[in-house]
């Protein structure tokens, strides 16, 4: 990694602003899901403890969830207009067995996201609105006393069913990021080479270029 | 209620057994019977509760009945429920019923507590909240089928009848059961409970309460405070007492199939993960790739030369 020469013609994926916004979400939510599992099993109730103790577990949790919301906000606004589903994202999904066997060559070529990217956006949305709706729900200190008891014991499952989504998908994203190398360095970093592009994401490659291109080219 | 003397046999959030080792040949269940065919709503076991247990809740106003308060709360553990009830005959009855914990023997609280040890319940069935481990989720709230418990605006803690566990454990009978004037409340062993109640209601229907009866309800795997009804067909007049109360499926899809599946999905999501580096490897970017990348650089940008 230190030993290689810098190279000069990398392209940037992820401004420094974008990427602040990823790893605000990301240290939101892995707070959130870890005070939250506390309080899912009793196995895991010694999670707490990171958190100064169960009533400092169950304070908290709540406006961890709202930051995570918050900071995701700004992501979605971001990213949203690249997460489409294509006819083509739909042709990717259905050869999933070149996917995880990595035989690129043999899948569509992919934008700034594969398919895989996008679904892992689209499950995010849906599960921080399901975890938002039934969190103000089952938020006793402020919002429980004015629903009737049998939202709030329907809020508890949708609650819990909508985090345990969201983690293993996250889990699955964050092993995509390991799994496909050069991942990392482009959300620490925010650059990818240009073979990375060329690989992963051909038609963003293109894209990259003629924007450059048309950038050099004085009209 | 911490510095009990008596056998616990559940534990909230607990995973494993209770230590067992003692035989428990002193452990029998115990119950109040309250009897609301001879209760005159005095309110004497509301104020000997609030004396027993040092509790003195806000001054209310009066809401036009004879319900005060009108709400149990996290410092009224106990309270007289008064039901204006017409019957068939175009008669008054006036119901009331004394409201609280109803110390099932397969607590909805317990169930859905998330926090080791908050609630208890010890070997002659008394459910109890062990205050200093409450964490104040209000999960008790959502597990309980009678809606009993109350968390205190004062110290976000949740609170309810002990069945007076702290007399109990030392011989003595509840306080609400020592002040009652008319003997509707009594206490004792469950078994006890029960046949007294049953002579109760015998004598009850021989007076043309036909539908008398006893309010011990199975969903909840019986109660250890048990009622005697002028009308146990229909327990819903007395302001509201659930008919067949259980814990509701949604709890315990919850708190029972949730949990172990959630922890299995969890543990399977990063497994797969992880096997799958270790079979298939990670997908790189290596020269070759640089390469093809480098020339297909040239080909876009030699294309759009030819085309301005």
């Known amino acids: ?219 | 209620m911490a510095l009990q003397s008596l056998d616990i046999v559940r534990r909230s959030a607990t995973t494993l057994p209770e230590p067992g080792i003692r035989m428990g040949t002193g452990d029998i269940a115990v119950a109040k019977l309250i009897d609301t065919t001879k209760c005159i709503g005095c309110k004497a076991c509301q104020v000997a509760c609030m004396e027993w247990n040092d509790l003195r809740d806000e001054i209310g106003t009066n809401v036009g009945a004879y319900q005060n308060p009108p709400d149990l709360t996290a410092s009224s553990w106990t309270l007289m429920r008064f039901a204006e009830v017409e019957n068939s005959k175009g008669d008054l009855e006036w119901l009331i019923r004394k409201d609280g914990c109803m110390h099932c023997q397969d607590p909805g609280c317990l169930k859905a507590c998330p926090s080791p040890g908050a609630i208890v319940q010890y070997a002659n069935g008394i459910v109890d909240f062990h205050e200093e481990n409450c964490i104040g989720c209000g999960y008790c709230v959502t597990g309980c089928p009678f809606n009993i418990p109350r968390i205190s605006k004062k110290d976000h803690k949740a609170y309810k009848c002990t069945l007076c566990s702290d007399r109990v454990s030392v011989g003595l009978e509840p306080a609400c059961i020592k002040s009652c004037p008319t003997g509707a409340l009594v206490f004792g062993s469950k078994e006890d409970m029960q046949q007294h109640a049953a002579e109760r209601v015998e004598d009850l229907k021989s007076r043309g309460f036909e539908n008398a009866g006893l309010y011990d309800p199975p969903g909840v795997g019986g109660t250890h405070v048990m009622y005697v009804l002028h009308h146990a067909d229909k327990p819903e007049l007395y302001e509201g007492l659930p008919n067949d109360p259980q814990v509701s499926p949604t709890v315990r899809l919850w708190k029972g199939l949730a949990k172990p599946l959630g922890l299995a999905a969890m543990a399977f999501t990063a497994l797969a993960g992880f096997f799958h580096y270790v079979r298939v490897g990670p997908n790189e970017t290596d020269e070759a790739d640089e390469i093809k990348a480098a020339a297909e650089r040239a080909r876009l940008l030699s294309a759009s030369e030819r085309t301005p």
């Not at chain 1, 290689?4 to 994926?13: I, M, S, V």
């Not at chain 1, 729900?137 to 049998?150: D, E, H, K, L």
């Not at chain 1, 709030?152 to 989504?165: D, G």
């Open chain 1, 1 to 219: 990694m230190s030993s290689a020469p810098r190279r000069t013609d990398t392209l940037l994926r992820y401004n420094a602003n974008d990427r602040t916004n990823h790893w605000s979400t990301a240290i939101a939510f892995i707070l959130a899901a870890l005070s939250g599992l506390a309080l899912f099993h009793p196995a895991l109730f010694g999670l707490s403890a990171l958190f100064g103790g169960g009533p400092w577990t169950r304070i908290l949790h709540p406006f961890i969830g709202l930051l995570m919301l918050l900071a995701f906000l700004f992501l979605a606004g971001r990213f949203w207009s690249h997460n489409h589903m294509e006819p083509r994202d739909w042709e990717w999904l259905r050869r999933y067995r070149d996917v995880i066997n990595n035989r690129e060559d043999r899948l569509p070529e992919v934008g700034k996201y594969n398919a895989g990217q996008k679904l892992v956006f689209w499950v995010i949305v849906v599960c921080l609105a399901g975890l938002l709706l039934s969190g103000l729900v089952i938020w006793r200190a402020y919002f429980s006393q004015y629903f009737p008891i049998g939202l709030i014991r329907l809020s508890s499952v949708i609650h819990a069913i909508c985090a345990l989504v969201l983690i293993c998908t996250i889990l699955v994203h964050i092993y995509a990021a390991i799994w496909v190398k050069g991942s990392v360095h482009a959300m620490t970093r925010g650059t990818v080479t240009p073979g990375w592009a060329w690989k992963h994401h051909r038609a963003w490659y293109r894209e990259m270029i003629h924007a450059a291109n048309s950038r050099s080219r004085p009209d």
